[in-house]
């Protein structure tokens, strides 16, 4: 890439002011450069949590290289920590623009325990059983070499059977959902139900093996002539598991209006299964997780407590889910009474809130059920078989996305029933209506004072759910036997916390992926330290609030809040805009950060929940706003600002990279047609001024949080190799070159966008149009990859010129520009342009006021050293529940000081100010 020169921005008397103000110690902290990369550099991975695949199936992981070293037919090998070859199955995820390998996915089962080696070079092991995928015939076999599955390629059965050698272990694997078409918003009128199942319309093989295989299944739920309720399921299957893993989403495309009680209210999604049942009765054994590992474990014909004792052998070989000896050997004032122990078909878990499950059971249809026991969180795990064999179930984050609950009927007769319940139809019915009446904000002036009093930007008929989409992730396994308790431990926990496989900081770092913009955590110094300590507040805070404010639920798990109300002692779950964030100042890409620069579990999993829950909840899938989505508010879908910069792939990237997940993929992939969405909904409608009519060929676009959410997917897709790659490269480069070619760069604002070009109009005359949002959904990040993946020095010009003068004087402004800025926010988070800036150019005035405006922005809402880095406990009468505050703290300003603290740490840590 060709070097920008050098040159200086701040005047003398600036220059002067932050010498005198900081005194440096430079090179004193510089890391050393690293190694150039050997192609044959072996790669350590390790997992998040637990050392091993434990129960689980198997795990991928995906692995960055710098760019140049390793090409498309490329090799590579795994041996454990004794150097045994591990069983591995490679693809390419992304390519760097000169074809080498940047990202590739790697796939195992079993043998991954430990530490694993990753070796460019060699060939991979080959698994002992290897998937194969048969695809002849009405169905698609798929054999693990454990287990079998026939998946279905039309009606309405998803997977017709799993077998086990000889023996079907389930069948009739399906959907169902129940439709509600009224409410009662009082205590009268009855309630009526209508039953839906899968309706297939699409199968495709998209992985077959040897390692792994992946199927996806596309359709409506249907009943009679009509469909409605679009779902898209995975199925996962792993060499030589005894089970598979679905991925499980469905896109929202009913009707509720506001004020009215009938509509499309969803009370219950589920996943069914019929399960033979071929032991007796005794020897039929039910699972049903309760709290951590507990279970609860029970015959469908209980022989223990009874007033006579069949002898302590069978009792205790009916616990652990074993055969029963013959009933000849028991004591026979048993066995003569065997007809007289009722038998109990029917077990149900419900889950219908964070903090409360209910088990009961009866003995079959039209009898009365029997509380069987309680707790607070179950873990989403169940089974139900005998000696012979059964089926284990488990649904993830099965209490934090409450209202959820396993129902197993019918386990007395010759065909059990199993159904996880993804919304329970115990619970009140799905009601996604908009929350107000609208309040008299019929037209723009008075929807722009009511954002001004509760920073909600409503607008008639735009709080619609309609087009939002959740995904869920369940495990199925088919046993020989019913499994031991350890073995059940095993897999309740596979199904709490999947296993990940990970690459190590260091290597995300060497391979300069994502901008080169984190380094890993550095304690080397006291004002370093002090950084780190207050990263890890905050992170620990929101994990804490997660908890103390119960940000649980179907809809709602993942997200977190927007502001605080110190009056309240609560966060403004119910004020307009301050209350669900919607990835607002982009607070994804502070926990990706922290994640990647420190490898640790526990703002993974964070991350991820953000992750699934803003890729499908905070955006449109179907309809005219697709691939845009929502503002924060009250409700995920409720302000009716609908853009880019929430669709933002920006945000999905990082966990796609480091997962290699394929729902993830498709959401990065929807969104490269996104620039079309501008001919059906102007962002700034209320406040444009001039005249304006969208036009295919003069669209306005900004090259702020507009550019930014398109961009990022163009560029993923060409990375990707996607569908529409080419078409994607040729919109990064030429919208590029044309905010290049503007008169002022990015500081010009925005432009008329054709759609047929993929260019931006050149405008005649320079204009200033600079907003603190601008930058802040990813537009720094991107822009520092785009830098250093594409050699364009009139775009890194402009971008540069950009991170300059944001946090300049007015003055300074107003002489490169003709004008200055106007009144701007948010200096903390530019911080890290003038970082970016100063290690681009060289200059170490840029650097100085890096760290000025991280310690001392004159911003209020930004921190500051001197900010009470600490909470407060509060408890009842203040409180709801007992828990901490800090009053301070806002999520706008979390996300902006961890992202200028991690990259200021990477980019100019080495001249910090003691």
């Known amino acids: 890439m060709s070097p920008?020169?050098?040159?200086?921005?701040?005047?003398?008397?600036?220059?002067?002011?932050?010498?005198?103000?900081?005194?440096?110690?430079?090179?004193?902290?510089?890391?050393?450069?690293?190694?150039?990369?050997?192609?044959?550099?072996?790669?350590?991975?390790?997992?998040?949590?637990?050392?091993?695949?434990?129960?689980?199936?198997?795990?991928?992981?995906?692995?960055?290289?710098?760019?140049?070293?390793?090409?498309?037919?490329?090799?590579?090998?795994?041996?454990?920590?004794?150097?045994?070859?591990?069983?591995m199955q490679s693809w390419t995820l992304a390519y760097w623009p000169d074809g080498s390998l940047k990202w590739t996915a790697h796939a195992v089962s079993s043998g991954g325990s430990g530490k694993l080696t990753l070796t460019p070079g060699a060939d991979p092991?080959?698994?002992?059983?290897?998937?194969?995928?048969?695809?002849?015939?009405?169905?698609?076999?798929?054999?693990?070499?454990?287990?079998?599955?026939?998946?279905?390629?039309?009606?309405?059965?998803?997977?017709?059977?799993?077998?086990?050698?000889?023996?079907?272990?389930?069948?009739?694997?399906?959907?169902?959902?129940?439709?509600?078409?009224?409410?009662?918003?009082?205590?009268?009128?009855?309630?009526?139900?209508?039953?839906?199942?899968?309706?297939?319309?699409?199968?495709?093989?998209?992985?077959?093996?040897?390692?792994?295989?992946?199927?996806?299944?596309?359709?409506r739920h249907r009943k009679g002539n009509r469909s409605w309720l679009p779902f898209s399921i995975r199925l996962y299957f792993y060499a030589g598991a005894e089970s598979f893993r679905m991925v499980h989403t469905i896109t929202y495309d009913g009707r509720q209006e506001p004020?009215?009680?009938?509509?499309?209210?969803?009370?219950?999604?589920?996943?069914?299964?019929?399960?033979?049942?071929?032991?007796?009765?005794?020897?039929?054994?039910?699972?049903?997780?309760?709290?951590?590992?507990?279970?609860?474990?029970?015959?469908?014909?209980?022989?223990?407590?009874?007033?006579?004792?069949?002898?302590?052998a069978v009792r205790t070989a009916q616990f652990e889910g074993k055969k029963l000896p013959d009933p000849s050997t028991w004591d026979q004032r048993v066995t003569t009474r065997l007809q007289y122990i009722p038998e109990w078909g029917d077990y149900t878990l419900s889950q219908l809130s964070a903090d409360g499950f209910t088990v009961r059971k009866r003995t079959k249809k039209g009898h009365g059920w029997i509380g069987a026991g309680g707790g607070r969180r179950a873990s989403g795990f169940g089974y139900v078989g005998g000696a012979s064999g059964g089926f284990a179930f488990g649904l993830r984050d099965f209490w934090e996305k409450f209202p959820a609950q396993l129902d197993i009927r019918d386990a007395h007769t010759d065909e059990a029933e199993v159904t996880l319940w993804l919304w329970s139809p115990e619970a009140q019915p799905m009601d996604l209506r908009f929350y107000h009446d609208g309040m008299g904000q019929d037209t723009y002036p008075e929807q722009l004072e009511g954002l001004n009093i509760t920073y909600e930007d409503y607008e008639p008929g735009f709080g619609t759910p309609y087009g939002i989409a959740r995904t869920s992730e369940l495990l199925f396994w088919a046993h020989e036997s019913t499994p031991g308790a350890e073995?059940?431990?095993?897999?309740?926990?596979?199904?709490?916390?999947?296993?990940?496989?990970?690459?190590?900081?260091?290597?995300?770092?060497?391979?300069?992926?994502?901008?080169?913009?984190?380094?890993?955590?550095?304690?080397?110094?006291?004002?370093?330290?002090?950084?780190?300590?207050?990263?890890?507040?905050?992170?620990?805070?929101?994990?804490?609030?997660?908890?103390?404010?119960?940000?649980?639920?179907?809809?709602?798990?993942?997200?977190?809040?927007?502001?605080?109300?110190?009056?309240?002692?609560?966060?403004?779950?119910?004020?307009?805009?301050?209350?669900?964030d919607n990835s607002e100042?982009?607070?994804?890409?502070?926990?990706?950060?922290?994640?990647?620069?420190?490898?640790?579990?526990?703002?993974?999993?964070?991350?991820?929940?953000?992750?699934?829950?803003?890729?499908e909840v905070d955006v449109y899938h179907i309809g005219e706003w697709a691939g845009l989505g929502t503002r924060h508010g009250v409700q995920h879908y409720a302000d009716s600002a609908k853009q880019q910069r929430i669709a933002n792939t920006t945000y999905r990237r990082y966990y796609y990279f480091l997962t290699a997940d394929e729902r993830v993929g498709d959401l990065m992939h929807a969104n490269v047609d996104s620039d079309e969405t501008f001919l059906v909904l102007d962002p700034i409608r209320k406040i444009r001024t001039e005249p304006y009519t969208p036009d295919r060929n003069a669209l306005s676009i900004g090259f702020g949080t507009d550019w930014s959410g398109l961009v990022s997917a163009w560029l993923t897709e060409w990375e990707r190799r996607g569908p529409k790659w080419e078409k994607a490269k040729a919109r990064v480069l030429s919208t590029m070159e044309t905010i290049a070619a503007q008169p002022n760069g990015f500081v010009q604002g925005n432009a008329l966008y054709d759609l047929d070009t993929g260019k931006f109009a050149i405008a005649a005359e320079p204009k200033v149009g600079v907003s603190h949002l601008s930058a802040m959904f990813g537009l720094v990040e991107l822009c520092a990859e785009l830098i250093d993946q594409v050699d364009m020095p009139k775009f890194k010009e402009a971008w540069l010129d950009y991170c300059r003068y944001y946090n300049a004087s007015r003055a300074e402004q107003s002489a490169r520009y003709g004008t200055h800025f106007?009144?701007?926010?948010?200096?903390?988070?530019?911080?890290?342009?003038?970082?970016?800036?100063?290690?681009?150019?060289?200059?170490?005035?840029?650097?100085?006021?890096?760290?000025?405006?991280?310690?001392?922005?004159?911003?209020?809402?930004?921190?500051?050293?001197?900010?009470?880095?600490?909470?407060k406990k509060i408890e009842g009468p203040t409180a709801l529940?007992?828990?901490?505050?800090?009053?301070?703290?806002?999520?706008?300003?979390?996300?902006?000081?961890?992202?200028?603290?991690?990259?200021?740490l990477a980019l100019v840590g080495d001249r910090m100010p003691s």
């Not at 079907?168 to 959907?175: C, F, H, M, T, Y």
């Not at 969803?266 to 032991?279: A, K, L, N, Q, T």
């Open 585 to 615: 100042l982009s607070p994804d890409l502070w926990l990706w950060f922290a994640y990647m620069r420190s490898g640790r579990a526990d703002i993974f999993r964070f991350a991820e929940a953000m992750t699934r829950h803003t890729g």
């Open 487 to 580: 073995d059940m431990a095993r897999q309740v926990e596979a199904v709490r916390t999947p296993p990940q496989l990970a690459a190590p900081p260091r290597q995300l770092i060497k391979a300069g992926v994502f901008g080169k913009l984190f380094s890993e955590p550095d304690r080397s110094t006291p004002a370093k330290a002090k950084i780190e300590d207050h990263l890890d507040f905050l992170f620990t805070y929101y994990k804490d609030q997660v908890e103390m404010r119960r940000w649980y639920g179907f809809w709602d798990y993942g997200d977190i809040m927007h502001s605080y109300d110190p009056a309240r002692h609560q966060w403004c779950y119910d004020v307009g805009g301050y209350a669900w």
């Open 259 to 312: 004020g009215k009680a009938s509509g499309d209210f969803i009370r219950g999604i589920g996943v069914r299964f019929s399960v033979p049942m071929r032991d007796a009765a005794y020897d039929r054994h039910i699972r049903i997780g309760g709290e951590g590992t507990g279970l609860l474990r029970e015959a469908v014909k209980g022989i223990t407590g009874l007033r006579r004792d069949p002898g302590a």
């Open 4 to 87: 920008i020169p050098r040159r200086s921005v701040l005047k003398a008397a600036a220059v002067a002011g932050a010498a005198a103000q900081f005194s440096w110690a430079l090179g004193s902290t510089a890391q050393a450069a690293p190694a150039a990369p050997r192609a044959d550099d072996p790669v350590t991975l390790d997992w998040l949590e637990n050392g091993g695949l434990g129960a689980a199936p198997g795990s991928t992981v995906g692995v960055p290289w710098p760019k140049g070293v390793h090409h498309e037919d490329q090799t590579f090998a795994l041996t454990d920590a004794s150097g045994t070859a591990v069983p």
């Open 125 to 219: 092991a080959a698994p002992a059983h290897k998937v194969t995928v048969d695809r002849r015939g009405g169905t698609i076999d798929i054999s693990t070499g454990v287990i079998t599955a026939k998946i279905g390629k039309s009606g309405s059965t998803l997977v017709k059977s799993v077998t086990r050698g000889a023996t079907e272990i389930a069948k009739n694997g399906r959907l169902v959902l129940l439709r509600q078409p009224e409410v009662e918003d009082d205590d009268q009128g009855t309630v009526k139900y209508e039953r839906f199942e899968s309706a297939i319309s699409e199968v495709a093989v998209e992985q077959d093996g040897p390692v792994r295989a992946v199927v996806r299944i596309d359709g």
């Open 822 to 871: 106007g009144t701007l926010l948010l200096f903390q988070g530019h911080s890290r342009q003038d970082a970016y800036a100063a290690v681009q150019t060289g200059d170490d005035t840029l650097a100085a006021r890096a760290w000025q405006q991280f310690y001392s922005s004159r911003d209020a809402w930004d921190y500051k050293e001197s900010t009470d880095w600490s909470t």
């Open 881 to 904: 529940v007992p828990g901490s505050e800090a009053a301070w703290v806002s999520t706008n300003a979390t996300a902006l000081y961890g992202l200028a603290a991690i990259q200021n």
